[in-house]
């Protein structure tokens, strides 16, 4: 079992920024990656970034593309989602997902354990 844990939601202005982090404990190890997805109201949860299978490559969506950077520090088994330049059209609940190295990145079935997900909300 892992357990994820985000944390660093909240509300700010549109052109503000905001680092999400996602804590993982319990059986975590290097063959599982982690991503980020996020769902807004009325609308299928979407990939934002995520790591590659051994985590030497990463990868965006379109959408935030040189907006937003995952990164992470495995002493303290936690990857981080840092993003920049919001827009209102980023406001969902941010989650972080876990799946073993060989799923595909994007698709959030891929993914077997997830977080509870944080709250972003941007104004405009």
């Known amino acids: 079992q892992v357990q994820l844990a985000e944390s660093g939601g909240g509300l700010v202005q549109a052109g503000g920024s905001l680092r999400l982090d996602c804590a993982a404990s319990?059986?975590?190890?290097?063959?599982?990656?982690v991503g980020w997805f996020r769902q807004a109201p009325g609308k299928e949860r979407e990939f934002v970034a995520a790591?590659?299978?051994?985590?030497?490559?990463?990868y965006y969506a379109d959408s935030l593309k040189g907006r937003c950077t995952i990164s992470r520090d495995n002493a303290k088994n936690t990857v981080y989602l840092q993003m920049n330049s919001l827009k209102p059209e980023d406001t969902a609940v941010y989650y972080c997902?876990?799946?073993?190295?060989?799923?595909?990145?994007?698709?959030?079935?891929?993914?077997?354990?997830w977080g509870q997900g944080t709250q972003v909300t941007v104004s405009s």
């Open positions: 790591f590659s299978r051994f985590g030497s490559s990463t």
């Open positions: 319990g059986r975590t190890s290097s063959s599982y990656s």
């Open positions: 997902a876990a799946r073993l190295s060989s799923g595909t990145y994007y698709y959030p079935a891929s993914y077997a354990y």
